[in-house]
């Protein structure tokens, strides 16, 4: 599914994001960003061991006890296509009344707006929060695709922002999310 959004296109479709040819993949870290399993492990597999250098660094530097809930930073892509790899932490699903909508909602925005703040204009996600951190994934399709379509409506600087769903299963519930959030 294609859906145009300020002069912008947003890609609903299945796929592996470390397979990506963007400027940028997203990946869905934990505060360590010492890498961990699904999007996380596969990212660092295929990229290889600069990708973790890189975190390690900026563990020394910036982030000491680890990045923050919602927050996002950036580093080479390693053998990657994709040239960057902004890593982000969704937040872990506890019942849905602990902020969780905001601060998936931060990750989304705070990952586009440093890609926008580093000239990139291909991006692609995958589904936030939605494995090992247990956000369901229709509320959490609900916020990426608000969150995305906020963006580029009104701070822009992006062409493409991909959002690459591991399942067909995952897909359909983006689609039909993208009917009521985006009118599609
Ligand atoms: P989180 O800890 O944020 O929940 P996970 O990596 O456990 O992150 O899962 C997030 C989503 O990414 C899940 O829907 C999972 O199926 C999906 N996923 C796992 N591997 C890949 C991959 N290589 N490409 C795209 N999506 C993936």
Known sequence: MEISIGGAKLILMRGDITEQDVEAIVNAANPSLMG???VDGAIHRKGGPKILEECKR?????????????????TSGGNLKARYVIHTVGP?????????????????????????????RTIAFPSISTGAYGY????????????IKDFLE???GLDEV???????GD??????????????
């Open 92 to 120: 872990i699903w506890r019942g849905g009344s602990r902020g969780e909508p905001e601060l998936l909602r931060e990750a989304y925005l705070s990952s586009l707006r440093l890609a926008a703040s580093r000239g990139i």
């Open 136 to 147: 369901p994934i229709r509320e959490a399709s609900r916020v990426a695709l608000k969150a």
């Open 58 to 74: 900026i563990r020394a530097t910036e982030w000491p006890d680890g990045l923050p809930t919602g927050k996002a930073v950036i």
């Open 162 to 168: 991909r959002l690459v769903l591991f399942t067909e």
């Open 36 to 38: 961990g399993g699904g």
């Open 154 to 156: 009104t701070e822009g």
């Open 171 to 184: 897909l359909k519930v983006y689609e039909e999310a993208a009917k009521e959030i985006l009118g599609q």
